[in-house]
C-alpha cells in the first residue's frame, strides 16, 4: 500500500471567502457540506462549537473548510508551532503562479540554491507551496 495525504483541515471564519479562493484561483471543486456535533468538535479539536464542514476537492487533495458555528476564532500568529503549509504539485510552477498573480492571487517568491520556491496565501495567510509535480500520486 502506497501512503499518501488524505486531506487538510482548515478552520475559519470565513468559509465563503476561503472556499472562493481554493475554487476560483486553486481549481479545486466543492464536494459535500457538513454539520459536525458540538461534541465531537470540543472532543477533537478542543473548540467548544458544532461546525460546518465543506469538503473541497483537486484530484486526490481533499481540504476540509471547517467554520464554527458560535465562535470567533483567533487570528493565526506566525510565531507559533504546529503545521506551517502544505504543497500543491502541478505541470509548471511559473506559469501557475503567473496566472495566480493574474487572478489577484498573492505569491511569495524565493531564491534558494538556485532553485525558485513559490507560495501562494490564502486569504487565512495559510501558505500553499507551489511545486512541480515530480512523481506520480495514487
Same mark, same amino acid.
Given at each position: 500500500m502506497t501512503n499518501f495525504c488524505h486531506h487538510i483541515g482548515i478552520f475559519t471564519n470565513n468559509p465563503?471567502? #476561503?472556499?472562493? +479562493?481554493?475554487?476560483? @484561483? =486553486?481549481? +479545486?471543486k466543492i464536494g459535500e457540506t457538513k454539520e459536525v456535533p458540538e461534541d465531537l468538535v470540543k472532543k477533537? +479539536?478542543?473548540?467548544? &462549537? &458544532?461546525?460546518? #464542514?465543506? @469538503? =473541497? @476537492? =483537486?484530484?486526490q487533495v481533499i481540504i476540509e473548510i471547517l467554520s464554527p458555528d458560535n465562535l470567533n476564532l483567533k487570528k493565526r500568529l506566525n510565531d507559533v508551532s504546529g503545521y506551517n503549509h502544505w504543497g500543491l504539485a502541478v505541470q509548471n510552477k511559473e506559469d501557475f503562479c503567473r496566472m495566480l498573480k493574474k487572478q489577484g492571487g498573492k505569491i511569495l517568491k524565493y531564491k534558494k540554491n538556485?532553485?525558485?520556491i513559490f507560495f501562494a496565501k490564502d486569504?487565512?495567510?495559510? =501558505?500553499?507551496?507551489?511545486?512541480e509535480a515530480r512523481r506520480t500520486v495514487p
Amino acid at each position: 500500500m502506497t501512503n499518501f495525504c488524505h486531506h487538510i483541515g482548515i478552520f475559519t471564519n470565513n468559509p465563503r471567502e #476561503l472556499a472562493r +479562493f481554493y475554487t476560483e @484561483k =486553486l481549481g +479545486f471543486k466543492i464536494g459535500e457540506t457538513k454539520e459536525v456535533p458540538e461534541d465531537l468538535v470540543k472532543k477533537i +479539536f478542543g473548540i467548544p &462549537s &458544532s461546525c460546518r #464542514l465543506t @469538503k =473541497l @476537492k =483537486l484530484g486526490q487533495v481533499i481540504i476540509e473548510i471547517l467554520s464554527p458555528d458560535n465562535l470567533n476564532l483567533k487570528k493565526r500568529l506566525n510565531d507559533v508551532s504546529g503545521y506551517n503549509h502544505w504543497g500543491l504539485a502541478v505541470q509548471n510552477k511559473e506559469d501557475f503562479c503567473r496566472m495566480l498573480k493574474k487572478q489577484g492571487g498573492k505569491i511569495l517568491k524565493y531564491k534558494k540554491n538556485g532553485h525558485t520556491i513559490f507560495f501562494a496565501k490564502d486569504p487565512e495567510g495559510n =501558505l500553499v507551496e507551489i511545486y512541480e509535480a515530480r512523481r506520480t500520486v495514487p
